[in-house]
């Protein structure tokens, strides 16, 4: 998605950075991940989480293409919630090439926190964009000395000439290593004719096992069902669409860094708002030129980036904050 250069009629006036943020909007569902009593219980609360985070995102983006976050970018916020502490969430452009994005989610009262790198590769499909996002999203309960490692679906824009509309599609993994449960689910692409729109299904399985522990199916913009392998044991229905999201609370752009997403890319989304394109165009174009003049200055001064809220750990990234 970071690769693909949009024209600015097709771009939604929000970044990347803050479009991760949206799937995100569920913080009671988060925090309550930790609550569950075995680890099955744990495992099952894990995977609905994950399965009703895409809804948010595709609701709000509606097939646009956000900004590209420039290299040092970075977007906060908090969702509060009455129940317990506010929770936050962080999020860098921590490489330009290959465009990289880490993330961070915490609730320190649960002591549960979600870290991240997406990697987006686009590829032009005709009429349509294929973007494969490589990375890794990590849950952690530390109460539970449990990690939840979870890969992540290719996102397909569809007419993106004409009206576009988003689908996901490909298998991803659930995996906690020290239960030993897995999920295998696989998000369904509408065929030409007939079939469902944004179908999902899979299993979860205890690596122990031969036999799956629920049989999951449904859509994942609306309602989903795990129906378990125990016959006296009652399917758990949950809808994404009527599991809402609340909304995120976002310093005012005029407390913001230069580097914060809204400040960063104000002049644009205020010409977009304003529907003048020319002045939107020149001043993307001009973040743009900055990004690679500065690329230039660090070449020539033979200079290493280093971000400002996360450093490299192995093949990832990890928020310098992070509970412990």
């Known amino acids: 998605m970071t690769r693909v250069t949009s024209p600015v009629f097709a771009l939604e006036r929000r970044s990347l950075l803050e479009m991760y943020a949206d799937f995100l909007s569920r913080p009671r569902m988060f925090q309550s991940i930790t609550e569950g009593d075995s680890p099955e219980e744990r495992m099952i609360r894990t995977t609905k989480y994950f399965l009703t985070a895409f809804f948010s995102g595709k609701i709000s983006s509606g097939g646009r293409k956000p900004y590209n976050p420039i290299l040092g970018e970075f977007f906060e916020c908090t969702w509060n919630n009455s129940d317990y502490d506010p929770v936050k969430f962080t999020a860098e452009q921590v490489s330009h090439n290959p465009p990289i994005t880490a993330l961070h989610l915490e609730s320190p009262s649960k002591r549960v926190q979600l870290t991240g790198h997406v990697w987006s590769k686009p590829k032009f499909l005709g009429m349509a964009v294929g973007v494969e996002l490589d ?190």
């Open 135 to 324: 990375g890794e999203i990590c849950i952690s309960l530390l109460e539970h000395d449990e990690e939840y490692l979870f890969t992540l679906p290719t996102v397909y824009v569809r007419s993106i000439l004409t009206l576009p509309w988003v689908e996901l599609g490909g298998v991803v993994k659930v995996v906690c290593r020290k239960s030993g449960y897995q999920g295998t689910l696989e998000f369904h692409t509408k065929p030409s004719y007939g079939g469902v729109a944004n179908g999902v299904s899979g299993d979860i399985r205890d690596a122990s096992s031969t036999s799956a522990l629920c049989e999951i199916s449904g859509v994942w913009t609306g309602e989903m069902k795990m129906t378990f392998g125990d016959p006296g044991r009652e399917p758990v229905v949950f809808d994404a669409a009527k599991a809402a999201g609340i909304d995120k609370i976002v310093r005012p752009v005029s407390e913001q860094g230069d580097y914060e997403s809204r400040r960063l890319w104000r002049r644009v989304t205020l010409a977009l708002k304003r529907g003048d394109r020319a002045k939107a165009k020149q001043a993307k174009e001009e973040l743009e030129e900055r990004q690679r003049r500065d690329e230039r200055a660090r070449v020539e001064n033979v200079l290493e980036y280093r971000p400002k809220l996360f450093c490299r750990s192995g093949n990832g990234w990890l928020f310098n904050e992070s509970l412990r």
